[in-house]
């Protein structure tokens, strides 16, 4: 009888991490999926260009911007309710955006789709302290988000690419549905912590997204506009405005949005620090080499795709091998080498030329970068969700969640324009196009390097010096 439990508990436990491990892949294959659908979905649709970004902002922008009220909500309302409310928005939107006719309806189901990430994200996390109880079993499930997290990227190229060249784009919307109807029926196995008594206040709340709003899109002004937009200097400023007022009134509130006792703890602010700059590094790195396979290797959309399968490689290797790194080494130095595996990679990448081989030259690369990024997600997951109180786990993992997707946002904007400005430049202007393209990306290349070396010391500085025990528990 105890067999057949034991065996029925495992089971479970099989399910609740395959529920959450699709659930991060979903949400993740949506930043890139998208993207390779665009000029089908303009040409179809007369999408005005000025109005195209948009059906990518408008998921980056409610997503980022809402996650902190999501992580939180989970905390207060219950993860497992907030995680399938977040799921059903992304699953109606998702559907709603595969039958648009319009711009604006498109976009609208966009945001959408980012407000059922934003709840869905930080507590697919927060799910996972709660489910796995054992910390071998909680590792591995970290693993494999981690690993999500990453391949969710690359499978949106290769589907974005295979859904728009045959079925067509409204298929990269549909392709939610079936997922997310398996994450809603599977999601009845995760065990949800018990509510916790408090309440989100309006103030708190509108000062929160609208400081989150204004920063992530400034961010993403830089991007498109360059880096002296005065749009975007007008709204960092009032990001920084709002977030200072935001972080008052958390200090004097009895129920904080955000409770300023999560940064009592060393870890987590380098756990959150380093995951910016680690963030910044290789997915500015990604879009870059991308930017090369295509415009100056001249790669289809489907063979790019393809030929990031060794950062697949990488990211499920690096995730695999974190766990049991962490039971020997201290975090600080597991993460330290992770951000110098991707510097390494990234300085690599800065030799490209316009003949570069692949095989030699960047597969070798993008194994390494994912390698490092694989290790650096998994130890910084840990310092920021293991060990924090039950009450503060959604939020504690909706904050880790928002640094890397301010990264990630920071790291296309400062990259693309150093690209640009570089190939721009006069001493540039008598190369052949191609050459010219090349000498921005190695410039930008070499940026997302010192970024990553600039991780490597915040992560030796912040992150503690004593390694996990096989016991450690969240809470």
Aim: hydrophobic residues 55%; charged residues 10%.
């Amino acid at each position: 009888m105890a067999k057949n439990q034991s065996a029925t508990t495992q089971r479970g436990a099989q399910v609740a991490l395959l529920v959450i491990a699709t659930a991060q892949l979903m949400l993740v294959l949506d930043d890139s999926i998208v993207n390779i659908a665009l000029p089908s979905i303009q040409a179809e649709l007369d999408v005005e260009a000025v109005d195209l970004p948009w059906v990518v902002n408008a998921y980056i922008l409610s997503f980022g911007a809402l996650l902190m009220l999501g992580g939180r909500v989970g905390d207060l309302w219950g993860r497992r309710r907030t995680l399938q409310v977040g799921i059903t928005l992304f699953v109606v939107a998702s559907l709603v955006g595969g039958f648009g006719q319009t711009t604006a309806m498109l976009v609208g189901a966009r945001a959408v789709q980012g407000i059922g990430a934003a709840m869905a994200a930080p507590n697919a996390l927060a799910l996972i302290a709660t489910t796995f109880s054992e910390r071998s079993m909680r590792d591995k499930a970290l693993s494999l988000y981690g690993a999500m997290s990453g391949l969710g990227i690359i499978l949106g190229l290769l589907l974005g690419g295979v859904l728009t060249d045959t079925l067509g784009w409204r298929w990269v919307f549909f392709i939610n549905v079936p997922i997310g109807l398996m994450v809603l029926l599977g999601s009845r196995t995760l065990v949800s912590a018990d509510r916790h008594r408090g309440r989100v206040g309006v103030l708190d709340a509108v000062l929160g997204t609208a400081g989150m709003v204004s920063l992530i899109y400034a961010i993403t002004r830089f991007g498109d506009e360059g880096l002296g937009d005065p749009v975007a200097i007008g709204l960092v400023v009032a990001a920084a405005a709002l977030l200072t007022v935001f972080v008052v009134t958390q200090a004097r509130s009895r129920d904080p949005l955000l409770p300023l006792s999560l940064f009592h703890d060393r870890d987590r602010i380098g756990a959150y620090l380093t995951m910016l700059l680690l963030a910044i590094g290789p997915m500015g790195t990604f879009y870059v080499i991308t930017l090369h396979l295509q415009q100056v290797q001249h790669y289809s959309p489907l063979q790019t795709g393809l030929a990031w399968l060794p950062f697949a490689l990488g990211i499920v290797v690096g995730a695999g091998i974190a766990p049991k790194l962490l039971l020997r080494i201290a975090p600080r130095y597991v993460a330290a080498a992770a951000a110098l595996l991707g510097a390494t990679a990234a300085f690599w990448f800065s030799t490209i030329t316009v003949d570069t081989g692949y095989w030699l030259h960047l597969a070798p690369a993008m194994f390494v970068l994912a390698l490092g990024f694989g290790l650096g997600v998994l130890t910084l997951t840990q310092a920021a969700v293991y060990r924090v109180d039950p009450d503060k786990a959604g939020i504690a993992s909706a904050l880790l969640n928002s640094a890397q997707q301010i990264g990630v946002a920071l790291g296309l904007a400062l990259l693309a324009g150093v690209a640009a400005t570089v190939t721009a430049r006069p001493d540039n202007a008598n190369l052949p196009s191609d050459q010219a393209l090349v000498a921005g990306y190695s410039t930008a290349l070499t940026v997302a390097a010192g970024l990553l070396l600039a991780a490597a010391v915040l992560a030796l500085v912040l992150l503690r010096g004593q390694r996990a025990s096989a016991t450690d528990r969240q809470g």
